[in-house]
Structure formats: structure tokens, C-alpha cells
């Protein structure tokens, strides 16, 4: 009877499964293999691709203008992500110790994600442009006597990446540290520590999957930004999300396009399973101290 029982909640588990691997299968792993084939293909004389097997596409990344376009995003990329751990870090700390108004203070986060996001983009433009509010503000009050290039550069794509994920950094670290024994802070200061080693010494150890959730919830995005380089940075601004669309819509380079997006998809990939390596290293940490306390 009890191995009856074990096969039927097996079978069930297959069947609550299926439904759950057969999205996965078709919306994920068939994408991701026809990208990754597509990749070791040859461009066809009009576009699309020619089968014949080639590593043509990974060697033209290796152009010394690509090479500025990746430097450039992985530059970009850091910094944005950099500017956003600053930011969130403070502002999930005071989100989680300020507990009668954590509601209205996740409320304030989740307001700009109703706003479409081709809008917010188009509102910083109106603020950043030559002619914007920000220049008009400065002139009118004499502070400068012509107008700022505020846009069309990298520190405009790098103000506006922030803006748009700053949110993505400060869910997870408010999260986390909002299930962080506070009192271990004061004990810590109790045995001499300042309170800035008690936050490096203390929290952070205690905070690190939540820190590197927020890493790769902004960095892996930002890495694959399009819209915003295209918008509010000009030519000179460009990264690989541009590059990728550019080979599909203007040059007709399937392959080329594919071996960026694995480049993107490997580099994604690894941010996860570094996520999950913290997040399992974390748990066990936590299961040893309530099995030696026991």
C-alpha cells in the first residue's frame, strides 16, 4: 500500500510538472538553442543565415570596433551598477528599520514601474535636453550663461540606467535585511566596534545573498541595455544591445547577432549561478549556527 501510495504522488508530481517544463521547453531552451546554432552559421549574400558550419561570427567580434562597443558597455555597466549598490544599500537599510512606513516607502519604489518605460526615458530627455528644464532652471537663475551637454553622452546614459534600475537593487537588499537580527548590531557595538565595522563586520556577512541578488538583478539588465544608450546617448554611447539589433535590422547578420546574445546569455547565466551559490552558502551557514545552538 505505501509503495502504491509513493508511485501516485510520484506520478502526480510528473503531472503538476509537465505544464511547468513544457513552457520552459518551448518559450526557453528552443530560443536559446536556435540562437546558439544560429551563431555557428555563415550570413547569407541578402541576410538570414546559410548552413554551413562557421566560427566566422565569433572571430568578427573581435574587431577593434566591437571591442570599443563591449569595453565600453562592461564600463558603463559597472559604474551604473556601482552607483546603484550605493544607493540601494542605504535606502533598504532605512526601508527596513523604518517598519510603520515600509508600505508607503515600497509604494514610492513600485510608482515609476505604472509609467511606461519609453516615457520615463522621454521625461529625462525633456529634463537633460539643451533646451530642457535643468538648463533653463541654471540660466534663468545665472548660474551658467549657455546651455550644459547634459545628453547625448555617457554620464546621460549612465544618470538614466540608474534611474531605471535602482528599483531591481533596492527590492532584494530591503528584503533581506529586513529579516536581519538588528540587536546583533548593538552587540556588536557593545564589544567595541564602531558603528560603521559593525555594518561592514556585521550586516554585510549576514546580508550577502540579498547584495548579490541585487548585483545581478541590475548589472545582467543594464549589460544588455538597448533602448536607453539609443536614446539619450547618441553613437558615441552605443553597447552590445545596440550592436545586436543593428546586425538584425540593418545588417542582416543573424550570426553575428547570435554570438553577442550568447556572449549575453553566458554572462547571465554565470551572475545566477554565482546568485545561487551565495544564496545555498548563505542557508547552510544559517542551518550549522541553529544545528550548534541546538
Do not use: H
Amino acid at each position: 500500500m505505501k509503495r502504491d501510495a509513493g508511485k501516485r504522488k510520484r506520478m502526480l508530481g510528473y503531472l503538476y510538472s509537465w505544464p511547468t517544463g513544457l513552457w520552459f521547453t518551448v518559450f526557453f531552451i528552443v530560443p536559446l538553442a536556435i540562437i546558439v546554432l544560429y551563431s555557428f552559421l555563415t550570413k547569407g549574400l541578402y541576410g538570414g543565415v546559410v548552413w554551413d558550419f562557421s566560427l566566422a561570427a565569433y572571430g568578427q567580434m573581435f574587431n577593434s570596433s566591437f571591442g570599443i562597443v563591449i569595453w565600453r558597455t562592461l564600463w558603463i555597466s559597472l559604474v551604473s551598477t556601482a552607483i546603484c549598490m550605493a544607493i540601494a544599500l542605504p535606502c533598504g537599510y532605512a526601508m527596513a528599520r523604518a517598519k510603520k512606513l515600509q508600505t508607503a516607502l515600497l509604494f514610492l519604489i513600485m510608482i515609476p514601474f505604472w509609467t511606461n518605460s519609453l516615457i520615463r526615458i522621454y521625461a529625462w530627455i525633456s529634463l537633460l535636453s539643451t533646451e530642457g528644464f535643468i538648463n533653463n532652471f541654471l540660466m534663468a537663475i545665472g548660474i551658467i550663461s549657455k546651455p550644459l551637454d547634459l545628453i547625448y553622452n555617457n554620464t546621460a546614459v549612465i544618470i538614466v540606467l540608474v534611474y531605471m534600475y535602482l528599483p531591481f537593487a533596492i527590492l532584494p537588499l530591503f528584503t533581506t535585511i529586513d529579516k536581519f537580527d538588528f540587536t546583533l548590531l548593538d552587540a556588536a557595538r557593545d564589544l567595541g566596534c564602531s558603528k560603521p565595522m559593525s555594518i561592514f563586520k556585521v550586516l554585510f556577512p549576514n546580508i550577502r545573498s540579498g547584495i548579490a541578488t541585487a548585483l545581478v538583478f541590475t548589472f545582467i539588465p543594464i549589460f544588455g541595455a538597448y533602448t536607453v544608450p539609443l536614446l539619450v546617448g547618441g553613437m558615441e554611447s552605443s553597447m552590445v544591445g545596440n550592436i545586436i539589433v543593428d546586425q538584425v535590422q540593418k545588417t542582416r547578420n543573424w550570426p553575428l547577432a547570435s554570438a553577442f546574445s550568447v556572449i549575453l546569455t553566458l554572462v547571465s547565466m554565470i551572475g545566477i549561478l554565482w546568485m545561487m551559490r551565495n544564496e545555498r552558502k548563505e542557508t547552510e551557514e544559517r542551518t550549522d549556527r541553529k544545528g550548534g545552538k541546538a
